[in-house]
């Protein structure tokens, strides 16, 4: 039952003593086991959609280490590729997409969404019946704003600053966009969790390169509009909310989008993280470099977390995603510590 997994517990308020683990990026190239699996796909779209690949490297962090949640194996710009915005991945340098113009904003078409995610949604279905009772699946997507910077630049940019300009010159058409990806973004949640998934994440990878007035408008709205479609449709969806990089605005996020949990990048405070955490559960915090550093590096940081954080409820994870130069043996290291078991 969802009510007996740590990660689900948490999401409903509870403060477990040690606290549940996942790691974001957790299936990734930092493992030999995902590198071998991923020579056998046509490319990194192709892992994605092959429901046998992406449940095999899913799978593959929860034999190695024992997290208390699986996140599907996938990519947040499946909806931009959905969109047949010519959605392909670059070796060593990353995703790369026709930049779109104002004027093509009002031709995207949605129509045949669910049928290119069929098998994303495959995935999911199989993931859960292969996985431990005990252990959470999670679903995701990515926020409008941060989808949007792909599909305005072409590619990632340092600061975002196409995307920027672009909400400046264009606003109805920006925001036309983004009410367009958020109702996407439910239909695809929705059907996650139709199809297994336990909870759901929401990744805003860009939020921290906006003003307040534009996060107001391009991040917290537009997850609110997510979220409140996916409540309507399964009023007890546990949501979590990442607004990467939002500093001081991460005070009033939760209450704003209407998220169960806050995921929290490595440059928050702890003190701060502490006032959030008074409002409801959080997720985080360890910087990702760490794990490259070392354990010498990775125990003075769990330690910390645990002192500030452990007394209410919390998901223990990294601060953003796990970085391919991590060695595993220490990501070993870090459960371990987050167990009390080093």
């Known amino acids: 039952m969802a009510d007996e997994k740590a990660i689900m517990r948490v999401l409903s308020g509870e403060t477990l003593d040690p606290p549940p683990i996942w790691v974001m990026r957790q299936a990734g190239r930092y493992l030999p086991e995902y590198r071998e699996t991923r020579a056998q796909a046509n490319g990194f779209l192709d892992l994605c959609y092959t429901p046998d690949l992406a449940v095999e490297v899913t799978l593959q962090p ?3 280490y024992g997290f208390d949640a699986s996140i599907l194996f996938s990519d947040i710009l499946v909806l931009p590729d959905a969109l047949g915005r010519n959605v392909r991945f ?3 340098e990353g995703p790369r997409l026709d930049p779109i113009r104002a004027d093509e904003v009002a031709g995207l078409d949605p129509q ?5 995610l069929a098998p994303v949604y495959e995935t999911v279905t199989r993931l859960r019946a292969e996985l431990p009772a005990s252990t959470t699946l999670l679903g995701f997507c990515g926020a409008p704003w941060t989808i949007a910077t792909y599909m305005i630049a072409g590619q990632g940019t340092p600061d975002q600053a196409p995307a920027r300009l672009f909400g400046y010159k264009h606003r109805a ?11 996407m973004s439910a239909e695809y949640l929705v059907r996650q969790l139709d199809s297994g998934a336990d909870a759901v994440q929401v990744f805003d990878s860009w939020s921290g390169v906006l003003d307040d007035v534009s996060f107001d408008a391009f991040c917290v709205k537009p997850v609110k509009r997510i979220v409140d479609k996916v409540r309507a ?3 007890d969806a546990r949501i979590i909310g990442f607004p990467k990089g939002a500093g001081a605005l991460y005070r009033g996020y939760r209450e ?6 806050l995921g929290l ?3 928050v405070p702890l003190d701060f993280a502490a006032e959030l955490q008074r409002e409801g559960p959080v997720q985080g915090n360890l910087d990702p470099l760490r794990v490259v550093a070392g354990r010498i590096a990775i125990k003075d940081g769990v330690e910390r977390i645990l002192e ?13 995603g796990i970085t391919p130069q991590a060695n595993p043996e220490d990501m070993g290291y870090l459960v371990d510590c987050v167990r009390g078991n080093a």
Request: net charge negative; aromatic share 4%.
């Open 173 to 183: 058409e920006m925001l036309q966009m983004l009410d367009l990806i958020a109702d």
């Open 256 to 261: 704003a989008t209407g998220i169960d949990a």
């Open 90 to 92: 670059v070796e060593g």
């Open 265 to 267: 990048d490595w440059t």
């Open 112 to 116: 045949r969404m669910h049928e290119h």
């Open 62 to 64: 929860i034999r190695r």
């Open 233 to 235: 449709s399964k009023p």
């Open 308 to 320: 500030k954080l452990g007394n209410g409820p919390l998901i223990f994870n990294l601060g953003h």
